[in-house]
């Protein structure tokens, strides 16, 4: 089993929907969390930490289960410039090291 | 401040040919990374250098890849020989032990990678 899975998608929404996103990590001793968005042949770019409570930036909220192993990205409102592959990423142990997943592709469509 | 810096941006060589990535990491960042990104196994952690000391190279798929920081403000990622499986996009990326302390996130700021083509 991968450490850190994903949905490789394609989600393909209507502009203005909502859309969500989980991630699944077999590590119960993961410690951090995190959303990267990677555009087309791009580097990851942090969007958001994900913390136990639940956070919120703007159209984007993320959620921890730790009961159940998952991260979740909700979008709302999607817009066009949403498009992109969203990465999680997770963390184990101490330093920095951070595990990713392969990537959720989000097609936002008028 | 520039960011991470990696070169070459693109390169295509012939298997069996060496091949060397370099990367800058932004300054005062104490954690430096190399990363491989292919589309079937996705951003693979190679190896980790902390005050320019190499932590954990358990990512480093064989004896053909190694890697040196010589110092604070520059990283090589070498494959020598090369072979066609290696062909990917290789990041490096950089971040601050302060970062993580103040955020409680581990922050990673990459660079805009090294496609390599191996033919």
């Known amino acids: 089993r991968k450490e850190v899975e994903q949905d490789p998608g394609p989600f393909n929404v209507p502009e203005g929907a909502t859309v969500a996103f989980n991630c699944t990590y077999s590590?119960?001793?993961?410690?951090?969390f995190f959303w990267y968005r990677q555009d087309c042949r791009k580097e990851p770019k942090l969007l958001m930490s994900?913390?136990?409570s639940g956070n919120e930036d703007g159209r984007f909220t993320a959620q921890l289960n730790r009961a159940s192993q998952y991260i979740s990205l909700l979008i709302r409102d999607s817009k066009l410039s949403d498009s992109a592959t969203y990465l999680c990423?997770?963390?184990?142990?101490?330093?920095?090291?951070?595990?990713f997943g392969t990537g959720t592709q989000l097609k936002v469509e008028l | 401040d520039a960011g991470v810096i990696q070169s070459p941006r693109h390169e295509v060589t012939e298997m069996g040919q060496e091949v060397t990535l370099r990367c800058k990491p932004i300054?005062?960042?104490?954690?430096l990374f190399w990363y491989r990104q292919t589309m079937m196994r996705g951003l693979e952690l190679l190896i980790y250098?902390?005050?320019?000391?190499?932590?954990?190279d358990s990512g480093m798929p064989e004896d053909r890849f190694s890697a040196k920081m010589p110092n604070a403000s520059f990283s090589t990622l070498k494959i020598q020989p090369s072979e066609p499986r290696d062909s990917a996009v290789y990041f490096c990326?950089?971040?601050?032990?302060?970062?993580?302390?103040?955020?409680?996130?581990?922050?990673?700021?990459f660079g805009a990678g090294s496609r390599l083509t191996v033919l």
């Open positions: 990326a950089s971040s601050h032990m302060w970062a993580r302390l103040s955020s409680g996130a581990n922050v990673l700021t």
């Open positions: 590590n119960s001793a993961s410690q951090s």
């Open positions: 994900v913390y136990s």
């Open positions: 990423a997770v963390s184990t142990g101490g330093g920095n090291k951070l595990t």
């Open positions: 300054s005062g960042h104490d954690y």
């Open positions: 250098f902390n005050n320019n000391v190499p932590i954990d």
